[in-house]
């Protein structure tokens, strides 16, 4: 199957009648005063410049052209900051401006529905937009939400524990294992319902290769995002793929859904999650529908990689793995299981979790952002639709702002108030601003509860005897940077 750049080779080669009209375009459109950056070529602009790793490629950029640089993608532009200075007037000082989004062609709903129904894919920061993040936000994100379901997370990490050491002597998917832990934890917040099961098989199907679809649509390179002319003729079939996975997803919950609504009429229903609030409010099917396929995709995956990376970061790294089990036996020598109010307690573990998103951020990128209108920016024009990006993968390794950036130090955090709120700029693995993640609460306590007990009940070792200087430590990267390699390791329960 032909990979995504190939075919945007061959595109123009199909497209010659158009060659000249888009020329004339690029031409007529051509700004002054935009970002530096490397010279587009004609029609097709910088498409070709950007590779397999485009944060490995813009961070180049960045050192060559200064930390706000411009390219052209076709007809489009796009401007990348990659400095805490730039991150500030992007995500703050034009926040009003900026805060847009970029809504990749794939993605089929019309800008009208996407208002209605997308926590992050609606094209504006409207009425409906923030009704939608006050909504997720209280019943969903908020601290005495979160600490009402604290029982429920404890529960899946025990299940999570009690499974491997079943599994003891073998070799286990780490990925695998923390992204039904993960998507459990958020289902039954959601449905009341475990959507997964530790055997890589969820009910119907796979969810974790329908995030992975989803993603991969959304993310690859298309030139239906590059040509306006063209966004209605989905060449490389994006859009269908999306909705193919879509229909997918919504079959995991739907049967859900009408028994639900059919217990309201009947007024048997007694469910207290956040489902029965989306119905109290008059969601509609579709609406809960888009919600919860966003809501699952990015709590589950984002969560999935961060742990993974932690778990390869240790297991590479002797020294803060002893001190993570050292703290971890202090604090848990009376106790059976974590508890989440223990890990308030564990400043080393929660430094090696700021320490892993510093170095492998869930989304190096941010998702893309869209100007509303032409602003400036460090004296640059920023032109009105221009897709905007903070590649915050540039920004935490920096050698300016950061000791030995290539390097897991988690003792880095225990001298620091630094934290990924979103008020430092130097350290925005969740983005800040109005587009800051709404799950940054709900991240930030299951990644370390997990982390922690993976870390405190097992002792780990790589298959077949292999060193951990031996680990790949390899990225690949859509929306979200993942290992190339999965995490295999063999658990060994610790007395």
Request: glycine share 4%; charged share 25%.
């Amino acid at each position: 199957m032909a990979q995504p750049f190939e075919i945007l080779c061959l595109v123009p080669l199909f497209l010659l009648p158009l060659i000249i009209f888009i020329f004339r375009v690029f031409k007529s459109s051509k700004i002054t005063q935009l970002p530096p950056g490397p010279t587009p070529w004609p029609v097709i602009g910088n498409i070709f410049h950007m590779g397999k790793m485009p944060h490995i490629t813009l961070t180049n950029f960045a050192k060559a052209y200064g930390p706000i640089i411009s390219l052209k993608f076709g007809t489009k532009w796009l401007v990348v900051g990659s400095s805490p200075s730039v991150a500030i007037e992007i995500l703050k000082t034009h926040d009003r401006i900026l805060s847009a989004r970029h809504v990749p062609n794939a993605v089929p709903s019309e800008g009208s529905d996407l208002e209605k129904t997308s926590l992050g894919w609606n094209s504006g920061c409207s009425s409906r937009w923030r009704y939608l993040r006050t909504l997720c936000k209280t019943e969903l994100f908020s601290g005495k939400v979160l600490e009402s379901q604290a029982c429920l997370r404890e529960k899946k990490v025990k299940e999570l524990v009690e499974f491997l050491r079943s599994k003891e002597g073998q070799v286990v998917n780490i990925g695998e294992l923390v992204f039904a832990t993960a998507l459990n934890m958020l289902s039954n917040v959601l449905i009341s319902k475990d959507m997964a099961n530790f055997d890589n098989e969820t009910e119907d199907g796979d969810i974790r290769n329908l995030v992975r679809e989803i993603v991969e649509a959304v993310s690859a390179p298309n030139i239906s995002d590059f040509y306006q002319i063209l966004g209605k003729l989905d060449l490389q079939g994006l859009r269908k793929k999306y909705i193919n996975v879509a229909k997918q997803f919504r079959s995991k919950w739907e049967p859900i859904l009408e028994e639900r609504r059919n217990s309201r009429e009947n007024g048997s229903s007694s469910q207290q999650d956040f489902l029965e609030t989306l119905l109290d409010n008059d969601f509609t099917n579709d609406c809960i529908h888009q919600l919860f396929m966003e809501l699952l995709s990015a709590g589950s995956d984002t969560i999935t990689s961060t742990i993974e990376w932690a778990m390869a970061e240790l297991i590479k790294n002797v020294e803060p793995m002893k001190k993570v089990q050292e703290e971890l036996e202090i604090e848990l020598s009376k106790s059976d299981y974590l508890k989440e109010s223990q890990l308030l307690q564990m400043s080393y573990v929660q430094a090696c979790v700021k320490e892993t998103l510093r170095l492998h951020p869930p989304a190096p990128l941010l998702l893309p952002h869209r100007a509303i209108e032409s602003c400036q920016v460090m004296s640059y024009t920023i032109p009105k639709d221009a897709q905007i990006m903070v590649n915050v993968w540039a920004i935490t390794r920096d050698p300016l702002i950061w000791e030995e950036p290539e390097m897991f130090r988690p003792q880095r955090f225990l001298r620091s108030d630094m934290d990924f709120k979103g008020n430092d700029f130097e350290f925005l693995p969740f983005g800040a601003g109005r587009r800051i993640c709404p799950g940054l609460p709900m991240a930030a306590i299951k990644i370390p509860l997990v982390l922690a007990s993976l870390v405190h009940f097992f002792d780990w070792e790589l298959p077949h005897g292999k060193c951990p200087a031996e680990l790949d430590m390899t990225e690949k990267i859509g929306v979200t940077l993942q290992k190339k390699e999965p995490l295999l390791l063999i658990p060994k329960a610790r007395k």
